[in-house]
């Protein structure tokens, strides 16, 4: 069965949920991409969608419905990954691998630390921050 984009989006917050992850989401008015936004930012950003986004915004993780498999493309020493729905899990993985290595390199004090100032400062800021929700653990069991 093909997952829609709403439903890969629950799938991808549930999983991440389940392993710690702080999530909040913003559902676009103007297409049908959902945005997760990991940890405060800390742990950067997943869109999921059914189409290439814009240039001027440059998600970390990109999961897309219209592709297959795995790309990295870099951009001013960026890593952007690329997956398609068939390599939801291999994104799953690097997440969380992403985040260990994180909370490995700043420590675990350090890592909470950014994510509590992320939240303070960007907290009702105008675009995402304000028009997110936080996603609650349980919200997505069936």
Partial sequence: MTKTIVEMAEYVAS???AAGFIIQRYDSMSSQSIYLKLDYG???SIRISDHKGLSQ???RYNLQSN???FRKHSNSGVDRL???FDAVETM???IREDKAEKVLSYGLENYS???EVN?????GKKGFWSSSHEVAVGSYER
Avoid at 119 to 123: A, D, G, L, T
Wanted: aromatic letters at 20%; one cysteine or more; glycine letters at 8%.
């Fill in 119 to 123: 939240e303070r400062v960007n907290s």
């Fill in 57 to 59: 915004y440059r998600y």
């Fill in 113 to 115: 630390h950014f994510m």
């Fill in 42 to 44: 800390v742990c950067n």
């Fill in 82 to 84: 690329y997956y398609g």
């Fill in 67 to 69: 592709r297959t498999g």
């Fill in 15 to 17: 999983q991440l949920l």
């Fill in 92 to 94: 799953l993985q690097d």
